[in-house]
């Protein structure tokens, strides 16, 4: 059996594992990466990536058909399903070898096969061929999370879909069922509206998007009822009848029945930390009572040569969240005075209008009881919104009342996902909302409305009436 001696092996190329492989070898490690499908995991291959490749073309689609009410009359000849798919996995392949490159050329060994652990030492490399040996002093857990199954609807992925099947469909069905309100379900259920197919979302919860603030729910809602979405929140698919070529699902809207006919019905209920099935449990690595291992702020497990990042390792699941453990967990291991801060984890959701937030929300201030002054400015009062025809949503910067400083923003609206980054560093950089509000942004854009915000915090609005 071939064995290979190195001073650290990290189980999963995604977002936490090949950022830490690259990272260690930078910093002098003798780094082996061992990953069963393809560099990049969830984030690159069946997630991030070809998600917003999907949702930019839907968008493009709405564009052309919007520019009418200005006086722009276009024809779509055709949309070619079979062409979308293949540019969207061209870029994910681009991307794919890019991360392949930069491992390879920063000297970090990549090992595709599946891992199964030994023991705190050694993992077995299983490849088509043969199984090869590595053993490591170190090791990082970086193997991502799985999508949850429902008992009553398990996927047998020809009717009921997981995300990764509805984003690599060789043919785009004409209606769908989406289980679960989340981020994911709705980006992809405004997406396929967009392409035209007919959706119906069923949300458990009260409300859609549960844990965001009412506001921003409130215009989401309106959105999925233009794109004649039929969003239905305190429900459950209570029996589903497998047809020949469809699905009769009962929807149950507290007591009240309705069926629905769809072609497919996809579940996207959240996903689980990976911890089974590779051999963890023989090292005895602690979990916390939803699954995820626990680590310390130096991403150390409670063996001390184990460390733990992204997914696997605790909320919130993102791949950002991945990239920024898997440079301190290298950094921890290199002997460097590392270690993570939570302080602002930016979530961005692709949706229409598109949702950002930074620092805690509206929300977190009431329930925590914080003594906060909110300020909001509408992107209706902004010109380049009106430009680019994109007038829905808000920015709402939550600032502590007495020092000032910024503790959280909420962005909805157009181009949301890029502003929020100022945000990000303002809230790093414990910013008060004047250093915002009085910095110099450029005229006409998107920015100018955190900023604006910040005057509105202030109690200082420009271009609108200060709030009653
Ligand atoms: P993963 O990306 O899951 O990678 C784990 C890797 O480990 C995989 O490649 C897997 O093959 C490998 N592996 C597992 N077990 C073994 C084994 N035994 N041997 C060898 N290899 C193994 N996040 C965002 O921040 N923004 C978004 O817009 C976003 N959109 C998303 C859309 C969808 C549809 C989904 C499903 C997720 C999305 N996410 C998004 C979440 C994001 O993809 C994850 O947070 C991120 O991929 C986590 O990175 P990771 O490195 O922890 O794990």
Redesign the pocket.
Known sequence: MDEIKTQLAI?????????AAIRAAQLGIKVVI???????????????I???ALITVSRDLEKIKSLEAIGIKAKIESVSWNSIQEWKNSIVEKLVAGVSQVCKGNGAEVLY????IINSNEIM?KQQDKVIKVNSEKMII??????VELKELPYDHAFIWN??DA?NCQTLPKSMIVVGGG??GL??SMAFARFGMRVSVVEMMPQLLPGFDIDIVRLIDRRLRKLSINAKVNSVIKSIELKAESILAIVDTKGKEEQIETEKILV?VG?KP?TG??GLNTINVALNNKGFIIVDNKLRTNLQNIYA?????GM???????FK??EIVAEVIAGKSAEVDYKCVP????TDPEIATAGITELEAHEKKLDVIIGKFPFAASARAMVLQETDGFVKVIADKASHEVLGVTIVGPEATDLISEAALAIEMGAAIEDIALTIHPHPTLGEVLMEAAKVAMGEPVHILKPK
């Open positions: 189980i999963g190329g995604g977002p936490g594992g090949y950022v061992i990953e069963k499908y393809k560099l990049g995991g969830i984030c690159l291959n069946v997630g991030c070809p998600t917003k096969g599946e891992a199964e490399v970086a193997t991502g999370s799985y999508p995300s990764t984003l981020y994911i980006e992809l996207a996903r990976l099935g590779f990042i992204g997914d696997v390792a919130p699941m993102l791949a950002h969240k991945a453990e898997g979530a961005v959701v692709f």
